[in-house]
């Protein structure tokens, strides 16, 4: 999902590939090399001598992606309640990055690598598997196949451009907003930062004198908070991966002050260590785990919707699915602007190169990704420092996907990053998604109030469906009473009235 990069200026001498080096100042590079054989076969197939990049370049931007984007593995698992365990979520998370990643390396041939987005986990995981219907894992996955399966028909159908043209502006730059506002309470709650006590929300105490205050709960916090900031300091510096590199500091911290916590003797430190040590198992289990819990779920229970009603259940269907595949779209077509205007990837006019391959392999890896157990799989924005790297083929997203599919032996590794330490990534991907909230006309109350309601319902309400909802309504309700109902086209009226059948017969 998600977020808003920044360009990079050019230092000094430095060259781009929008600014070729200036005749008489800068020494002409020698001519690309000629590979031969096999390795000139696939020079060729992804086209990385005729982009002016090398085989050298085209690793060293793979891995640098990959190190950018690897805190995925850590922070989508944690995400899930209990009745998944982390094992089968890690892997199946590593599968829909890896099927989705070659997609894009073998579709697209771009230098783009895909994952479970955030914010449609976080909708998973918070509106349907913590939401009132009961719905499971399994069922959660069918909704997730079927909008993959709506986005290819987009797709290949051109469909994908009127949908995209008809949501109102208001809500369309807000929803990126909202998602990491929801992505960052998650984060607040999980470390406990803030808390949730006799039907009030407050924030932590640190205050470990306090009877009432525990140890172990106020350091989590903490941690989190510090994180944060270390992500941010990391970043600024232009630190590639500074999520994985505050991600593993912030728990290097957190057991530094667990184990100080075992000294003064503060209850439940112990357990800390004693759990990791009893939790530490062979890597090949949690392959055991996503056989028996999440691989092919989608289609042996995930039509079983209990006693939901058939009425109730048609509208849930298609309000969720066309929620995903919204999500998707959005995320997909805002990180693909932002990533490729890193490195020269735009055609004449501004757009995306290869935009309609990469969005159905986008499409066809959240389709792969339902099937393994794993979230929307969406383009991630950390591409762009595999982009900024160097990375202009999709050899790149070939040696990204590798690294992940190295990454899927590790999750006995990965089960030691404490909840904090994932909550300070999720609250930093929150700041990074709230840039676009300057895009709305606020001194406009028919673009301010759909545009506030969709970021609000989002937070506050707990459900990034509903927000959207709640926005496209309101959106269309405004412009009617205000004379301009020609406005609004016939694609956002049958989505209000969706969300407003939703509304009425699902809560």
């Not at 579709?107 to 913590?130: D, E, H, I, W």
């Not at 959106?475 to 969706?498: H, M, P, R, Y």
Request: hydrophobic share 50%.
């Amino acid at each position: 999902m998600d977020e808003n990069l920044r360009q990079e200026v050019p230092q000094e001498g430095e060259v781009t590939p929008e600014m070729p080096p200036m005749s008489g100042t800068q020494p002409s590079d020698p001519p690309p090399k000629k590979y031969k054989g096999f390795w000139g076969k696939v020079d060729r197939y992804f086209g990385i001598t005729k982009k002016g990049s090398s085989y050298r370049s085209e690793i060293i931007a793979g891995l640098t992606t990959f190190m950018a984007m690897v805190y995925v593995l850590l922070v989508v698992p944690g995400m899930y309640p209990e009745t998944v365990s982390f094992g089968a979520v890690y892997i199946a998370t590593a599968l829909g990055a890896i099927a989705g990643t070659m997609l894009m390396a073998f579709v697209a041939k771009m230098p783009l690598a895909q994952a479970s987005g955030l914010g449609a986990t976080a909708y998973v995981t918070g509106t349907l598997l913590g939401g009132s219907m009961g719905l499971s894992y399994a069922n959660s996955m069918l909704f997730v196949l079927l909008g993959g399966v709506i986005f290819v028909l987009l797709t290949a159908t051109g469909l994908r451009k009127k949908i995209l043209e008809g949501i109102p502006k208001e809500v369309k730059v807000t929803v990126p907003v909202g998602i990491g506002m929801f992505i960052a309470f998650i984060g607040f709650n999980n470390a406990g930062v803030v808390t949730l006590h006799e039907g009030s929300i407050g924030f932590a105490s640190f205050n470990i004198l306090n009877k009432n205050v525990t140890y172990l709960g106020a350091m989590g916090a903490l941690v989190a908070l510090l994180g944060a900031v270390a992500i941010a300091v990391l970043a600024k510096r232009g630190v590639k991966g500074s999520i994985l590199w505050g991600m593993l500091g912030s728990a290097a911290l957190y057991y530094a002050l667990i184990g100080l916590g075992c000294a003064w003797n503060s209850p439940g430190c112990k357990a800390v260590f004693t759990g990791i040590a009893s939790g530490f198992e062979d890597p090949f289990k949690a392959f055991g785990a996503w056989g028996r819990e999440s691989v092919g779920q989608v289609f042996a229970s995930g039509f079983n919707f209990g006693g939901i009603g058939a009425g109730q259940l048609v509208v849930v269907i298609i309000t969720t699915s066309l929620s995903l595949c919204m999500l998707n779209m959005f995320d997909t077509l805002g990180t693909l602007y932002g990533a490729c205007s890193k490195g020269g990837l735009l055609d004449e006019n501004g757009n995306p190169l290869r935009a309609n391959q990469c969005m159905l392999a986008d499409a066809l890896g959240t389709c792969a990704g339902a099937v393994f157990g794993a979230t929307t799989v969406t383009t991630y924005v950390e591409s762009s420092s595999g982009v900024a790297a160097g990375g202009r083929t999709g050899f790149t997203a070939l040696v990204t996907a590798l690294c992940f599919t190295v990454a899927m032996f590790l999750s006995p590794i990965a089960k030691l990053v404490p909840t904090a330490a994932t909550s300070a990534a999720l609250i930093w991907v929150g700041v990074l998604m709230m840039s676009s909230v300057k895009d709305v006309d606020w001194s406009d109350p028919a673009a301010a109030l759909p545009a506030f309601l969709t970021i609000a319902v989002m937070a506050f309400g707990y459900s990034i469906s509903y927000g959207i909802g709640v926005g496209i309504i309101s959106c269309a309700l405004v412009k009617l009473f205000t004379g301009k109902a020609k406005e609004v086209s016939i694609v956002t009226w049958i989505i209000a009235i969706l969300f407003l059948a939703m509304f009425i017969l699902t809560n």
